[in-house]
């Protein structure tokens, strides 16, 4: 396991991940990150980094070092294989083909 | 631009055992797919996209000086807004590539100290001064203007992170290109010294604006790479030609003339032929010797030097707080 890609312990401040509102009803999004030395220093950056044209009506930031990130060399191993799962999707099942509202 | 030739060279067909992971790599370009921060890379696409996307961020923090500038003796209230709002964007996209460079294991504390000792490069336009409110204009409408048709085909660019940075960068960088077409346009409607203004400006800023996009193709060593990589998408004449070919229409709104005594439409290309660039004094620029670079370094240095104590300050600050918050836990 690993953490966000980018963090570096020999820099002065650490790197944050930032994730924006879009507007209501939607989820946060990852659009990037940016160094500060703090939390509340980090919130007051990603609004004035990445929402200077009104994209977000909220922020979160994370620590990079922080988040645990699936090997992405083990990809193969990590995420099963669909093949073969098809009965997991709704378009498997034709027998109902004609009756309505299913 | 001008970094010599790389000492790779596209793996020979078949004569070279290609690893898995290699392969995996080769699969992914071939598909015009993403490779992300994670992915297995050769070597030479990570040194030369760290090259590229950290001179491309230094651009952007050295390109703040010549607009700011102006920033005091803006002609109004609203000029002045806007041109803060225009700097601090280039502040921002300077942000966004720095992460994105960081994403590939350069911190950008290696980034800037490798700028302000004079170490990396950044584009050889932002060496030039801006002695006139009409350079703002200028640079507006031909500098910006030079770089989005540069990276517009960048957002498309084969390392995610780069290219999602370069999404951002052109949705903002319009705005830019616009209100320099604006400052100019008022200018040409205005006296007849504020139109020499303006017609002075488009003359020192046309040319080196055509030099931004690199030397031409016969001597620009890293671009069959960079295109083989899907990094670049098309070379560095052609997105010149296609820069002139909406330059010229835009400067006949405006009634300037283009610099070019050679500049003229050919039926049978359909595009415009035009006089030679001095690649001379390109060179020179780049190797330090233009007008402006010694300045543009030294204020970068100072503010970097000048900053320190707040950056380390912050740093104190947090860290105080963090063992406060564990002592009353």
């Known amino acids: 396991m690993m953490s966000a890609p980018g963090t570096s312990e020999k820099e002065i401040w650490p790197l944050w991940e930032v994730f924006v509102r879009a507007s209501r009803g939607i989820s946060h999004t990852h659009v990037g990150s940016l160094h500060a030395p703090d939390a509340t220093l980090a919130?007051?950056?990603?609004?004035?980094?990445?929402?200077?044209?009104?994209?977000?009506?909220?922020?979160?930031?994370?620590?990079?070092?922080?988040?645990?990130?699936?090997?992405?060399?083990?990809?193969?191993?990590?995420?099963?294989?669909?093949?073969?799962?098809?009965?997991?999707?709704?378009?498997?099942?034709?027998?109902?083909?004609?009756?309505?509202?299913? | 631009m001008t970094t010599p030739a790389e000492?790779?060279?596209?793996?020979?067909?078949?004569?070279?055992?290609?690893?898995?992971?290699?392969?995996?790599?080769?699969?992914?370009?071939?598909?015009?797919?993403?490779?992300?921060?994670?992915?297995?890379?050769?070597?030479?696409?990570?040194?030369?996209?760290?090259?590229?996307?950290?001179?491309?961020?230094?651009?952007?923090i050295i390109g703040?000086?010549?607009?700011?500038?102006?920033?005091?003796?803006?002609?109004?209230?609203?000029?002045?807004?806007i041109l803060m709002a225009k700097v601090q964007d280039e502040a921002g996209h300077g942000l966004y590539l720095y992460s994105a460079a960081q994403t590939l294991g350069t911190s950008r504390d290696e980034m800037t100290d490798a700028l302000i000792a004079g170490k990396a490069r950044y584009?050889?336009?932002?060496n030039y001064p801006s002695p006139t409110w009409a350079d703002m204009g200028a640079i507006g409408w031909l500098v910006d203007g030079a770089a989005i048709c540069n990276q517009v085909p960048l957002c498309r660019a084969s390392y995610g992170p780069y290219g999602r940075a370069m999404v951002r960068i052109c949705k903002e960088e319009s705005f830019h290109q616009r209100q320099g077409f604006e400052i100019l346009l008022e200018l040409m409607n205005g006296t007849p010294a504020q139109r020499e203004m303006a017609q002075d400006a488009v003359n020192r800023w046309y040319w080196p604006a055509l030099q931004m996009f690199g030397p031409p193709d016969n001597d620009s060593p890293n671009s069959a790479q960079s295109m083989a990589w899907?990094?670049?998408?098309?070379?560095n004449d052609e997105l010149r030609q296609r820069f002139v070919g909406m330059c010229v229409p835009q400067a006949e709104v405006l009634g300037v003339t283009l610099p070019d005594p050679d500049l003229r439409y050919?039926?049978?290309?359909?595009?415009?032929?035009?006089?030679?660039?001095?690649?001379?004094?390109?060179?020179?620029?780049?190797?330090?010797?233009g007008p402006a670079n010694a300045r543009?370094?030294?204020?970068?240095?100072?503010?970097?030097?000048?900053?320190?104590?707040?950056?380390?300050?912050?740093?104190?600050?947090?860290?105080?707080?963090?063992?406060?918050?564990?002592?009353?836990?």
Not at chain 1, 53 to 67: C, K, N, T
Not at chain 2, 31 to 37: C, K, L, N, T, Y
Not at chain 2, 69 to 75: G, L, S, V
Not at chain 2, 267 to 281: A, N
């Open chain 1, 43 to 102: 919130v007051r950056n990603a609004r004035d980094l990445y929402t200077r044209r009104g994209e977000g009506v909220s922020v979160w930031v994370v620590p990079a070092d922080a988040i645990t990130t699936s090997d992405p060399d083990a990809k193969g191993a990590f995420f099963e294989s669909p093949a073969g799962k098809n009965y997991r999707h709704a378009s498997y099942y034709s027998k109902s083909e004609g009756v309505k509202h299913l």
């Open chain 2, 296 to 329: 543009r370094l030294q204020r970068r240095r100072e503010a970097h030097e000048e900053g320190a104590w707040v950056r380390e300050a912050a740093v104190a600050y947090a860290r105080k707080q963090a063992v406060a918050a564990t002592a009353v836990a």
């Open chain 2, 230 to 235: 899907n990094i670049k998408r098309f070379s």
């Open chain 2, 7 to 60: 000492p790779y060279a596209l793996p020979a067909e078949a004569s070279v055992e290609v690893s898995a992971e290699e392969h995996q790599f080769n699969e992914l370009i071939a598909a015009d797919s993403r490779i992300e921060p994670r992915d297995w890379m050769p070597e030479a696409y990570r040194k030369t996209l760290v090259r590229q996307i950290s001179q491309h961020a230094n651009s952007e």
């Open chain 2, 266 to 289: 050919n039926e049978e290309t359909k595009q415009y032929d035009m006089g030679e660039i001095d690649w001379t004094e390109f060179h020179e620029v780049l190797a330090g010797r």
């Open chain 2, 123 to 126: 584009s050889s336009i932002f």
């Open chain 2, 64 to 81: 703040m000086q010549p607009e700011a500038n102006w920033i005091t003796r803006a002609p109004s209230l609203k000029r002045k807004a």
